[in-house]
């Protein structure tokens, strides 16, 4: 596995593009937004892109940017919220790196995206900001984020802060990596009401 490559995943509104840049700079690494790439390449933005040629376009053109940008090295790669849904992504990002998810209530979630004037509209909820359809989404996915290797939940953390844990998680996931004495499945790590605690979940 390539230990420099770290995928962001996570529901629309959790910091994936916004933190992913603050730590791909502060790494001296490269940042790439798998939707921002289909976009520019295609001259359209992705709610265009979706309504234009539909979603299973959409997921082809999804995997094959995703296999393009895994050749590289050294990179922070922020992903659409529902690219977990193609099994062949899955199979990708584990093997090519590593995988950090950025949680948020669904309250946060909705704040956040109303807050975002600069945001598209996110073709799977159509402009749909409500409880209820965010909900929908979130928990038909939220099977797949859970499977990430560190999950840090955003809802009290500045964009700041957010960037420090991501870079602590980088270096703890490939210090487990290279412990020959103890197998980790997964690290993750959740938030309490006055800390980040750290767990491992051994084999």
Not at 9 to 33: H, P
Not at 74 to 81: A, F, H, K
């Amino acid at each position: 596995m390539n230990k420099n490559i770290v995928f962001l995943t996570g529901f629309s509104g959790t910091g994936k593009t916004t933190v992913g840049r603050q730590v791909a700079k502060l790494l001296s690494w490269r940042f790439i937004d798998i939707d921002e790439e289909i976009s520019f390449e295609l001259g359209q933005d992705i709610s265009q892109v979706f309504a234009s040629q539909g979603e299973p376009t959409f997921r082809d053109l999804e995997h094959k940017k995703l296999l393009e940008v895994v050749a590289d090295d050294n990179l922070i790669i922020s992903t659409g919220g529902g690219i977990l849904t193609d099994e062949r992504n899955q199979t990708v990002m584990a093997k090519s790196g590593f995988t950090i998810c950025l949680e948020a209530s669904i309250d946060t979630i909705i704040n956040r995206l109303k807050q975002d004037v600069s945001s598209e509209i996110r073709p799977m909820l159509k402009g749909d900001l409500s409880v209820k359809s965010i909900s929908k989404l979130k928990t038909y996915r939220q099977h797949l984020y859970s499977q990430a290797d560190w999950t840090i939940h955003t809802d009290k953390l500045s964009e700041k802060t957010v960037a420090s844990e991501l870079i602590r998680a980088i270096h703890l996931i490939n210090q487990s990596h290279d412990t020959e004495t103890v197998s980790y499945t997964h690290l993750r790590a959740h938030e309490t009401d006055s800390y980040l605690v750290c767990r491992l979940l051994l084999e």
